[in-house]
């Protein structure tokens, strides 16, 4: 270990930024998740996870995944580098030239996307889900509700490029309250519009999500007025700094686009499995997305721009220091909360879920996904935190070839956990393609997980995600302070046993799963969570003084400002 990580003060100036920001972002995202919960409770009261729901998922999915191919996947990390560096050393008036350059150059490649999209559509659900061409009524109901939400392709895009802007303005809020609109449109959407539309209701919640995307992109425009950045028509599309982020893009697209092919996988599988499986990972996903998004992705957010001010400085220690201090804080807090989703998995999902059209037989098999899911949150978290320390230096690339690695393995692990897929009969591509996937199942199965194994192929892609570009990095800038990492996973995974007892003890005793009603069934498992937080916190105040008493410093910085 070298001393430069050693010497990295938790009070320094730059991971003082950082903990603001990321206590911003995580506020805002805790809002967003808790009227996610929201949105997806009332979808599972109208739609459970029958053909609607899966209709539903599968065409959000699409535009969803090109959303994170081209917006804040790939463009805002490679936008942020560049505009740091134009607003620096060319001065305010160039970075408002060249925001303008972008959003003019992105909106009209994004008109045309939507424009081809729409008109491939049905090849495209065929291709993502080709289990949905056994049903003509759920294959038309998925093309004509992606053929409507194609265009919120547009609006959020646009909308990552916003968030470039303000997130290096060091502005977070705005960028980190967008999915609050959208949430809100969906669920008004569903109570307000439904009834219109009877009993194709589900056409109301994608209406919610072009309304959505609209208001993500209102929501931004203030805010860039109030900073001078407004964009502004502009034709100056051969500026040397958009040349530069789309140098920068292309290796990232390429890199999400591997990332995103997990998700195409999963959702191919799923298809040729029981009705209801893609909702099934929906909803586990769903859930799992809590403690990712409020800390893997608020620290994420908030520590690229520090990164890259830190390189751009030539400040390699200082960025090193931040990687890890910032890993250190990712798994003391995605470890415990891994653990009790995996202890609680059945009554968190009956308590958010069950009632209506969303049945025992669906919690349990959300359940199933979500302790699957739940196996690498740890892995999913720290790549929020590794992956921009790449961007920050300008490597898009590196990630690129990582995740390829990771698709691979994730196909393998998939087909290996899943169990086995029956043949179809029929002539084509799609059809020659399903049954060799039917073959393969066949004669490799190791488990019989059916969709559980493709959340526990993801999981397992993600550890060799991170673990390669963990070693990458360390040949490339040095030693990381790995021993530092690995003494303080160790207390953590001593101080989670406490936690883990609770849980298993508040279910021996009927605490949860207790069948007696909504009310003390939500009841327990609240008591259940809040005793093995003070369980778990208790021991890590025996064992990780330093990390316990960061995360009170920042959670006790975040009371005392505003965001």
């Not at 995202?29 to 009227?35: E, I």
């Not at 292309?250 to 999400?256: M, R, T």
Request: net charge positive; aromatic share 8%.
């Amino acid at each position: 270990m070298t001393n430069s990580v050693n010497s990295q003060r938790p009070e320094s100036s730059e991971n003082t930024r950082i903990a603001r920001a990321a206590g911003v972002v995580g506020s805002a995202t805790m809002l967003s998740r808790v009227l996610g919960y929201v949105r997806d409770m009332v979808i599972a009261l109208f739609f459970g996870a029958g053909p609607a729901a899966d209709a539903f998922f599968v065409a959000f999915r699409i535009p969803n995944m090109l959303r994170r191919l081209l917006g804040e996947g790939s463009l805002t990390v490679s936008f942020i580098p560049v505009f740091t560096e134009t607003l620096d050393r060319q001065g305010e008036q160039r970075a408002k030239q060249l925001t303008s350059a972008a959003f003019s150059m992105g909106l009209s490649l994004l008109v045309l996307l939507t424009v081809l999209g729409i008109w491939l559509a049905p090849w495209l659900v065929r291709v993502i889900s080709p289990g949905f061409g056994d049903d003509p009524l759920k294959f038309a109901l998925t093309v004509n509700l992606l053929r409507l939400m194609f265009p919120f392709l547009i609006f959020v895009s646009l909308v990552a490029l916003c968030m470039g802007v303000l997130n290096s303005l060091g502005h977070f809020a705005a960028p980190a309250l967008a999915p609050v609109a959208l949430n809100i449109c969906m669920i008004l959407g569903m109570v307000g519009l439904g009834p219109l539309f009877g009993t194709e209701r589900i056409y109301a919640l994608a209406i919610g999500v072009l309304v959505g995307g609209v208001a993500q992109l209102a929501l931004q425009l203030p805010f860039l007025a109030k900073r001078g950045f407004l964009p502004r028509p502009s034709l100056s599309w051969n500026l040397p700094e958009l040349r530069k982020i789309g140098m920068l893009m292309l290796p990232a697209i390429f890199g999400l686009g591997v990332t995103n092919l997990n998700v195409m996988v999963n959702t191919f599988f799923a298809s040729l499995l029981r009705e209801g499986s893609v909702s099934f990972l929906y909803y586990a996903d769903r859930i799992m997305e809590l403690p990712l998004g409020i800390f893997g992705v608020a620290i994420g957010t908030a520590a690229l721009p520090a990164m890259s001010r830190q390189i751009s400085a030539n400040d390699l220690s200082g960025m090193k220091g931040t990687l890890n201090l910032y890993l250190r804080i990712i798994i003391f807090i995605t470890l415990p909360a891994a653990l009790g989703l995996i202890m609680l998995r059945e009554p968190i999902v009956a308590v958010l879920f069950q009632r209506r059209e969303f049945d025992d037989a669906a919690t349990q098999a959300t359940a199933l996904a979500l302790a699957c899911y739940a196996v690498g949150l740890v892995a999913f978290s720290a790549l929020r935190i590794v992956v921009p320390a790449f961007y920050a230096m300008k490597d898009t690339l590196t990630p690129v070839l990582c995740a390829a690695a990771a698709f691979f393995a994730n196909i393998v692990c998939g087909l290996c956990f899943i169990g086995r897929v029956p043949y179809v009969q029929g002539s084509g591509a799609i059809v020659g393609l399903r049954n060799a996937v039917a073959w393969t199942t066949q004669h490799f199965s190791l488990a019989d997980l059916d969709h559980g194994g493709l959340a526990l192929g993801a999981s397992a892609a993600a550890f060799l995600n991170l673990g390669l570009l963990l070693w990458i990095l360390r040949r490339r800038v040095g030693r990381l302070g790995a021993r530092l990492v690995l003494g303080s996973t160790a207390r953590i995974a001593l101080a989670c046993v406490p936690l883990v007892l609770g849980c298993w003890g508040a279910q021996r005793i009927g605490l949860v799963n207790n069948g007696r009603g909504f009310l003390f069934e939500a009841g327990g498992l609240l008591l259940t969570i809040l005793a093995a937080l003070v369980l778990y916190a208790g021991a890590a105040a025996l064992l990780l003084p330093a990390e316990l008493g960061r995360i009170i410093q920042i959670v006790s910085r975040r009371l005392r400002r505003r965001p």
